[in-house]
């Protein structure tokens, strides 16, 4: 099934890539044909083991990508385009995406606020941040989260699709 998920991923995380480096976004009419169509090759592939792979990828997606998007860290876009990657790819290839994703992101980030020159804030905030789900777990911050007036962010995008591609390589 990675084989047959190689190039519709590709294509949809460059296409999402570049939407969301202009306007910030990841379009429904992208990400939900993607995760529709990664369930249905897959029932149409391999039958019962296949689909169950599938939604399993879909429900851990879910879980990996949700929480962060709960907690107002990622948009809604980031949380249904790794949903589709993960009824392309599965569970196990994906919890390896998302562990680069992280890693890809947090490089992404340091570079960005180096040259957007507010790396000392953005460390701040985190602290900050870190500091109020260790005292309140599972609760958003009020004034630190991603829609803020003075958020500082970048688009995950990139970072979800470096992170995907390097798991096709690493399998």
């Known amino acids: 099934m990675h084989s047959i998920a190689w190039w519709p991923s590709v294509a949809v995380l460059l296409v999402a890539s570049a939407i969301d480096l202009r306007s910030r976004r990841v379009p429904n009419w992208l990400s939900l044909p993607f995760l529709a169509a990664g369930l249905l090759m897959s029932a149409a592939a391999g039958g019962k083991g296949s689909i169950l792979a599938s939604l399993e990828g879909f429900a851990v997606a879910l879980v990996l990508f ?91 995008v990139p970072a979800i699709a470096i992170g995907t591609l390097f798991s096709f390589f690493a399998q």
């Open 66 to 156: 949700g929480i962060p998007c709960l907690l107002g860290g990622m948009g809604m876009g980031d949380l249904k385009l790794a949903a589709g990657i993960g009824a392309w790819i599965g569970p196990s290839q994906l919890v390896l995406a998302f562990v680069m994703t992280g890693i890809v992101g947090f490089v992404l980030a340091i570079g960005y606020a180096l040259w957007k020159g507010v790396l000392g804030q953005c460390l701040d905030r985190t602290g900050d941040l870190l500091a109020h789900f260790a005292k309140s777990p599972g609760k958003s911050h009020d004034e630190i989260r991603l829609g803020a007036k003075n958020a500082v962010s970048i688009p995950y």
